[in-house]
């Protein structure tokens, strides 16, 4: 049904409203869209930027928890081939520097990690930053490889710097004494966006005391 302009109405040339917004209105509606447009796509960049940082600290955050349980896992599986006693002989055959880094080499591999790198002789307990005599972390900064996920292995025999075993002894005579096996490695992260926050790489160790069985 077709209704006639009212009354006093002027004629709408080629149909066109009369509730048409002016021109200049027109304009103004468009630069304010493209406005919101704009400021969107900043809100968006600055959003993801925010998602990227998280997603790669998720990552990072998984990968350390998942090498300090390897780190953790090595020096206890060392510490306990160091201490193990065979009754048929009277003696600790694994207490020696070769067959402790073979243990722990063997966890580390399955850990995804590359060989440890043995610091014996030259130093058997590693220094510690609050001087406990237990040769327990923290240690001092010097004592952190400079190349990251690379774990250096010390192991402490009697809690005595500079006593080392390159063969292990004929008898039990250590039986009763204390063995430390540290691992301690510079972690290094996934992104380039986790190292401009925390620096080049953070330290990880992990250290396992057992005593040296005997009777």
Same mark, same amino acid.
């Given at each position: 049904?077709?209704?006639?302009?009212?009354?006093?109405?002027?004629?709408?040339?080629?149909?066109?409203?009369?509730?048409?917004?002016?021109?200049?209105?027109?304009?103004?509606?468009?630069?304010?869209?493209?406005?919101?447009?704009?400021?969107?796509?900043?809100?968006?960049?600055?959003?993801?930027?925010?998602?990227?940082?998280?997603?790669?600290?998720?990552?990072?955050?998984?990968?350390?928890?998942?090498?300090?349980?390897?780190?953790?896992?090595?020096?206890?599986?060392?510490?306990?081939?160091?201490?193990? %006693?065979?009754?048929?002989?009277?003696?600790?055959?694994?207490?020696?520097?070769?067959?402790?880094?073979?243990?722990?080499?063997?966890?580390?591999?399955?850990?995804?990690?590359?060989?440890?790198?043995?610091?014996?002789?030259?130093?058997?307990?590693?220094?510690?930053?609050?001087?406990?005599?237990? %040769?327990?972390?923290?240690?001092?900064?010097?004592?952190?490889?400079?190349?990251?996920?690379?774990?250096?292995?010390?192991?402490?025999?009697?809690?005595?710097?500079?006593?080392?075993?390159?063969?292990?002894?004929?008898?039990?005579?250590?039986?009763?004494?204390?063995?430390?096996?540290?691992?301690?490695?510079?972690?290094?992260?996934?992104?380039?966006?986790?190292?401009?926050?925390?620096?080049?790489?953070?330290?990880?160790?992990?250290?396992?005391?057992?005593?040296?069985?005997?009777?």
């Amino acid at each position: 049904m077709h209704l006639s302009d009212a009354l006093g109405d002027p004629a709408r040339a080629g149909g066109a409203s009369r509730y048409a917004l002016p021109p200049d209105r027109r304009i103004g509606m468009s630069e304010r869209k493209a406005d919101q447009s704009g400021q969107s796509t900043v809100e968006f960049g600055a959003s993801a930027l925010v998602l990227v940082l998280l997603l790669f600290g998720l990552i990072d955050l998984g990968r350390v928890f998942y090498f300090d349980v390897g780190l953790e896992g090595a020096t206890r599986e060392g510490a306990r081939q160091a201490s193990w %006693f065979e009754p048929s002989t009277g003696t600790n055959p694994f207490l020696y520097d070769t067959a402790i880094k073979s243990a722990v080499d063997g966890i580390l591999t399955k850990s995804g990690l590359p060989n440890s790198v043995l610091q014996n002789p030259g130093a058997t307990c590693p220094a510690t930053s609050d001087g406990n005599a237990a %040769f327990n972390p923290p240690y001092s900064d010097s004592t952190y490889p400079a190349t990251i996920n690379s774990p250096l292995l010390y192991i402490c025999y009697a809690n005595t710097p500079g006593l080392d075993l390159a063969s292990a002894p004929a008898d039990n005579s250590f039986k009763g004494t204390d063995v430390n096996v540290v691992l301690v490695m510079g972690f290094g992260f996934a992104s380039g966006l986790m190292e401009g926050i925390f620096g080049n790489s953070i330290h990880i160790v992990a250290n396992t005391h057992m005593t040296v069985g005997g009777y």
